[in-house]
């Protein structure tokens, strides 16, 4: 194939994974480096750079967004963001260290866990009304637009989010994905914190998150610019055209379609990861 | 009062993010058009893991292939202004949370900062 043919080819399936990533909510992150790998016989590593830069620009785009809706709570995004960072550190240091058999299985893992919570669409949790003093001692609490008005929230069980987001962290550091699935289960199960405010939230930290490994990446080598360059600019594209479908059609179909891709991708890269392809 | 100043953190955040990731993607477009004007023939072997150059692996590999309007360079620069984007945005909510004098979240906005430049600096 030649360099052109290759180009576009990779640049028409980025700008799929980013259309039905922002449409569903699950990211076009998730999908791109088992598409690189099983589709385009790309070597992994190189597959984890291309993804993290596409995740560093869609998030960074679609967090504009957001934080001037006042939807994200900053101050919660940056505390979290301490464990984020860190965890991604050891995540990028790991990439070196597991072997990419073992990152194809754990990624497997990781694609069918989103899938399944995507499935299991979350609810506000039910939050108890005494309030958390170490959350009031850190100022983790803000308020967000309900119906015209605004409404209060405090965050609990601080330090149990804190560590699952360092779990997000070196799985976003270790698999070149924004891992939101998990961040929002920090913030939404731990928490307790409004849908809305946990989703752009995480959105808004996944950027610092995926900067944090991006240095280590592109001082070993994965980050490839011809690689990258088709990948990032399809992802950045097509999730912006569906972050503006989004608002005017009913997605139940796609997210079901889309579901059952990334179940059959993360089957697939555990299988591979299992046979030792990877 | 403060809640208005905050209100300007955030808008001053979302800008800066808007206008870097475009900056940015422009600027990786530019160099990918480059890129297939300058290459011809079949694409690069992507099948294999090998230690690339310091060309496509430092700051300063990268910003001289980029001034001498090599098409991986400017394609690395572009990726560079991306990576620096959420960096930026972190120096904001440090700046952004000293005028509000807000000291604790100064403090973390630092460390956040400080894990940040030690991922660039950390080699492997």
């Not at chain 1, 609810?123 to 409404?151: C, F, I």
């Not at chain 1, 699952?164 to 913030?187: D, H, P, Q």
């Not at chain 2, 694409?43 to 980029?66: M, N, Q």
Request: proline content about 2%; glycine content about 12%; aromatic content about 8%.
């Amino acid at each position: 194939m030649n360099v052109l043919d290759f180009s576009l080819a990779l640049f028409a399936t980025s700008l799929l994974a980013g259309f039905l990533g922002a449409m569903t909510g699950l990211g076009g992150g998730v999908v791109i480096v088992p598409a690189l790998c099983l589709l385009f016989k790309v070597d992994l590593h190189y597959a984890l750079g291309a993804s993290l830069v596409s995740v560093i620009a869609t998030s960074s785009g679609a967090a504009a967004a957001y934080v001037r809706e006042g939807f994200s709570n900053i101050r919660i995004g940056m505390f979290l963001e301490v464990a984020t960072t860190l965890g991604a550190l050891l995540g990028a240091y790991l990439t070196a260290k597991v072997s990419g058999n073992w990152i194809g299985v754990i990624f497997g893992l990781v694609l069918l866990y989103s899938a399944w919570m995507s499935v299991h669409k979350l609810d506000d949790q039910p939050r108890s009304s005494k309030a958390d003093a170490l959350a009031l001692r850190l100022n983790l609490r803000g308020s967000y637009p309900v119906n015209g008005g605004r409404e209060e929230y405090v965050a609990e069980h601080v330090p149990a989010a804190f560590g699952i987001m360092f779990g997000a962290g070196t799985l976003s550091g270790l698999l070149g994905i924004g891992s939101g699935a998990v961040k929002v289960l920090a913030m939404d199960s731990a928490m307790k914190l409004p849908f809305k405010v946990s989703t752009t939230t995480s959105n808004f930290m996944i950027g610092v998150t995926a900067a944090a490994s991006a240095g280590i990446y592109l001082s070993r080598g994965y980050i490839l610019p011809s690689l990258s360059m088709p990948v990032m600019l399809g992802v950045l594209v097509g999730s912006l055209v569906g972050a503006r479908v989004l608002a005017h059609t009913q997605v139940k179909t796609i997210r079901v379609a889309f579901v059952v891709v990334i179940v059959a991708l993360g089957v697939e890269m555990i299988y591979n990861g299992i046979t030792g392809r990877l | 009062m403060a809640q208005d100043r905050e209100h300007g953190l955030e808008q001053a955040m979302g800008r800066m993010l808007q206008i870097g990731v475009t900056v940015a993607a422009l600027v990786v477009l530019a160099g990918g058009i480059l890129y297939l004007l300058q290459s011809g023939g079949s694409k690069p072997d992507y099948g294999h893991f090998v230690s690339a150059s310091p060309a496509v692996t430092t700051v300063s590999g990268i910003v001289s292939g980029a001034m001498h309007m090599d098409a991986r360079g400017v394609i690395g620069f572009g990726i560079l202004l991306l990576i620096a984007t959420p960096i930026c945005r972190v120096i904001f909510g440090v700046v952004g949370f000293a005028m509000l004098r807000d000291r604790l979240y100064t403090a973390v906005s630092a460390a956040v900062l400080i894990i940040l430049l030690y991922s660039f600096v950390a080699r492997r």
